[in-house]
Nanobody
Framework: EVQLVESGGGLVQAGGSLRLSCAAS????????IGWFRQAPGKEREGVSG????????YYADSVKGRFTISSDNAKNTVYLQMNSLKSEDTAVYYC????????????WGQGTQVTVSS
């Protein structure tokens, strides 16, 4: 059974940092791409960042470039999203997702973790 389990969300002041973790199981980690989507109240879900675990290619939405960093620990089957210089507009539920490629992430989903940035 494929599982993606997120952790690390919480409440932080604007300008602060959080690190999200996504622990994956049930599939061959190195064959997939894993990334993060987010959904704020009243808004559509949007892609934030992704990493190909086979070749290390990464993707960042323009809104987070220079502030967020995605990384992986293949030995732990875990992907991290380091979020710095957080803004109130980063407030959302963050979902971990996996797929064959960065473009097709969304085959599997985690349950989501809330990130709230207070201004």
């Amino acid at each position: 059974e494929v599982q993606l389990v997120e952790s690390g969300g919480g409440l932080v002041q604007a300008g602060g940092s959080l690190r999200l973790s996504c622990a994956a199981s049930g599939f061959t980690f190195d064959d997939y791409a894993i990334g993060w989507f987010r959904q704020a109240p009243g808004k559509e879900r949007e892609g934030v960042s992704g990493i190909s675990l086979s070749n290390g290619n990464t993707y960042y939405a323009d809104s987070v470039k220079g502030r967020f960093t995605i990384s992986s620990d293949n030995a732990k089957n875990t992907v991290y999203l380091q979020m710095n210089s957080l803004k109130s507009e980063d407030t959302a539920v963050y979902y971990c997702a996996a797929g064959d490629t960065i473009v097709t992430m969304g085959e599997y989903w985690g349950q989501g973790t809330q990130v709230t940035v207070s201004s």
